[in-house]
Nanobody
Framework: QVQLVESGGGSVQTGGSLRLSCAGS????????LGWFRQAPGKGREGVAL???????TYADFVSGRFTIALDKAKDTLYLQMNMLKPEDTAMYYC?????????????????WGQGTQVTVSS
């Protein structure tokens, strides 16, 4: 069983930056799809960024060039660099992995989830 641990969340003002990390033994080596999702209070979980086995990356429309997903295979760590943060980015951010299959936005297809790291952006 893969255990994922997110870190790097915090409170920032509008326009600030944060880098989230997701670590787990074997996570980056044994997963076809790596991704970041988020859930704001009272809303459902939504996809933020995906990293597929062919190294292709996909971002949600609301990212608008502000975020970058990257991985470090040697450290079994997935990153999400977030710049120009907005209040609407406030949410609990989760990393996830789909062991076998193409990247999809649907949360139900993912096998591994972290416990989340809180991101709060004040205006």
């Amino acid at each position: 069983q893969v255990q994922l641990v997110e870190s790097g969340g915090g409170s920032v003002q509008t326009g600030g930056s944060l880098r989230l990390s997701c670590a787990g033994s074997g996570y980056t080596y044994n997963t076809d799809c790596l991704g970041w999702f988020r859930q704001a209070p009272g809303k459902g979980r939504e996809g933020v960024a995906l990293y597929d086995r062919d190294s292709s990356t996909t971002y949600a429309d609301f990212v608008s060039g502000r975020f970058t997903i990257a991985l470090d295979k040697a450290k079994d760590t997935l990153y999400l660099q977030m710049n120009m943060l907005k209040p609407e980015d406030t949410a609990m951010y989760y990393c996830a992995g789909r062991k076998s299959g193409y990247c999809l936005w649907q949360t139900r297809v993912y096998d591994y989830w972290g416990q989340g790291t809180q991101v709060t952006v004040s205006s």
